[in-house]
């Protein structure tokens, strides 16, 4: 199902933003927070494992049921996972699409990467000590 | 000890009521902050030491070592780029700018991802701003404008608007409203007076409409606009008409949607209606607690607000082209350093690829998800918490933020500052 997927700030994410080793910040950034419509339509539990394809790539979230997203709009705090599929065209701006990109998604049995994870597969090197 | 009225390092309030409790030289208690200062405040895993990516492992190496890789990298590179600089204080941003004059490279601040729009909106049309105090003392009417205080500055509401006490209202709480304009019901969405849900990516017309309206052109807007009815469009026009000083904060809503800074460019315009009527400012809710720093720093040295380039020799400035996206989309960069921000968490992954092939040097006190695609990091204090430097607030009031622990980190203008001589060294041999 095709949605419209827009990024933002939550307390979690802000209080884990100087943390972001921590698994709290990687549980915030890979929520995907829908409709409960949409869920049923979908055939998703609170936590389910979602694939999200947006045009640059693909990302493992965890679908979370919110009242405060309407039908056919996810919200994603930012982050690494909702990053990961954002396209980098900024239209003249300096300012990529954060808050209106079309993505889809589907329900999946992959677990979401951790933040290491993402960033390893891009060529970068973990660090956690 | 008690340390009192410390200023926040979080977000752009800059709360400077802060109570933070020391003990044996760690944060041990914060009173009076929020969720977020708190945490930052108390904030543990600051990397002990500089370190090296050496193949596939890391190894710890000195501050000269990490100083003299710096100064190597950047005096090699043929277009450096100078990214972050929000989360750091403005003498180390001013370093920042000579460094990138001195090297032709570019120096952008994350402003080119927050409110860099809107800045592009202001220099179109101007700025009818006030101080934060002013809002909370005289203003009767608040509107966020895709801004969600309650998650992202959350004492926004109980020191300048909502819940605070004004000198010329009797009783803030019952006397002024609050509209919130939003396309997610969100948590400050539930405490307003008037809740207008939009549909995504309506601002512009929603903002169109409302000037329509004032302009006394109402019949000529459409039963809805993006999703809201003529009939609230009209109610919030005459809510604004009838107070006495009203006052927009608008958020990353109007700067990341689709429109940009057109869609700020028409909210201030819509300031500028409702000044025919009564008093009206706009303001932007500011993330980092010196994003608003970065840009005045950068425009007191250079005339320009991010994204400068010093390719030519002179400051040249052309969001879109100059702006760290970009440069790094196009992998245009042949090295990068990371001060005061974290790219590799906020940016597009097709960025984050071209950092990875690049030399990159970051300066922060934690390791973050750009650590992963460093060369080299260098750990440093964090202003506010253990060294002391100035930040701009949302409003534009530069705050001297205090230091309340003493550790052996550098600050970042002191490393900047060596990194800065040791490169005219370099370039005078």
Redesign the interface.
Same mark, same amino acid.
């Given at each position: 199902m095709t949605f419209?997927m827009? =990024? $933002?700030?939550?307390?979690n994410q802000? !209080?884990?933003v #100087?943390?972001? =080793?921590s698994a709290g910040y990687a549980e915030e950034?890979s929520t995907c927070f829908m409709h409960e419509f949409d869920m049923l339509e979908l055939g998703l539990a609170d936590q389910d494992a979602v694939r999200v394809a947006g045009p640059?790539?693909e990302v493992v979230m965890r679908a979370v049921a919110s /009242?405060?997203?309407?039908m056919g =709009?996810v919200?994603v705090p %930012? $982050?690494?996972y909702a990053?990961?599929?954002?396209? !980098? /065209?900024?239209?003249?701006? +300096? @300012?990529? /699409?954060?808050?209106?990109h079309e993505v889809e998604i589907e329900p999946t049995d992959e677990e979401p990467k951790t933040?290491?994870e993402l @960033? #390893?597969e &891009? +060529?970068? &090197?973990? %660090? /956690?000590? | 000890m008690i340390v009192k009225d410390v200023v926040c390092p979080f977000c752009g309030c800059l709360c400077d009521d802060i109570e933070v409790d020391v003990a044996e030289n760690r944060v041990v208690a914060v009173t009076n902050a929020c969720e977020l200062g708190t945490k930052k405040l108390m904030g543990e895993k600051r990397m002990k030491n500089p370190i090296l990516r050496d193949g596939d492992t890391w190894k710890d190496i000195t501050y000269d070592e990490a100083i003299r890789y710096t100064v190597d990298m950047l005096t090699h590179a043929e277009r450096p780029l100078l990214y972050g600089w929000s989360g750091t204080h403005g003498e180390a941003q001013c370093v920042g700018v000579h460094m990138a004059e001195l090297v032709r490279g570019v120096i952008d601040n994350t402003s080119s991802v927050c409110h860099g729009p809107s800045i592009l909106a202001i220099q179109e049309v101007g700025h009818p701003g006030c101080t934060l105090g002013v809002v909370k003392n005289r203003a009767d009417l608040v509107i966020y404008w895709g801004a969600n205080p309650i998650d992202a500055h959350p004492r926004h509401l109980s020191r300048y608007t909502r819940y605070a006490d004004g000198f010329f209202l009797e009783n803030a709480f019952r006397d002024r409203k609050v509209i919130v304009m939003d396309v997610r019901k969100t948590e400050t969405a539930n405490i307003a007076d008037e809740f207008v849900q939009i549909k995504p990516g309506g601002d512009y017309a929603v903002l169109s409409a409302l000037r329509a309206i004032v302009r006394g052109k109402e019949d000529i807007v459409p039963r809805t606009v993006a999703g809201v009815t003529r009939e609230q469009l009209i109610r919030v026009v005459d809510l604004c008409k009838a107070a006495k000083f009203g006052a927009v904060y608008f958020g990353l809503g109007l700067t990341m949607t689709r429109g940009k800074y057109k869609n700020v460019r028409n909210a201030i315009e819509l300031v500028s209606e409702l000044n025919r009527h009564t008093k009206f400012t706009i303001s932007a809710m500011r993330g980092h607690y010196n994003v608003y720093g970065s840009n005045e720093v950068n425009t007191w040295m250079t005339g320009y607000p991010f994204g400068i380039d010093f390719s030519r020799g002179i400051a040249f400035y052309n969001p879109g082209e100059t702006t760290a996206v970009d440069i790094l989309a196009r992998k245009e960069c042949d090295a990068a350093l990371i001060v005061g921000s974290d790219p590799a968490a906020h940016f597009p992954r097709s960025c984050l690829k071209h950092l990875a092939d690049i030399p990159v040097v970051q300066l922060d006190p934690y390791p973050n998800a750009t650590t992963a695609f460093c060369n080299v990091q260098i750990p440093v204090a964090v202003t506010g918490i253990d060294a002391e430097g100035t930040a701009y607030r949302m409003d534009g009031v530069p705050i001297r933020t205090r230091k309340v622990l003493s550790t052996s980190y550098p600050s970042d203008e002191e490393v900047l500052s060596r990194i800065y001589r040791e490169m005219q060294e370099a370039q005078a041999v």
């Open positions: 419209l827009i =990024t $933002g700030r939550t307390v802000g !209080a884990t #100087e943390n972001k =080793t950034t640059c790539g /009242d405060e997203v309407e =709009t919200f %930012y $982050g690494p990053n990961h599929i954002i396209a !980098a /065209d900024t239209h003249s701006t +300096g @300012m990529p /699409d954060f808050k209106s933040v290491h @960033m #390893e &891009l +060529g970068g &090197l973990a %660090y /956690d000590r | -």
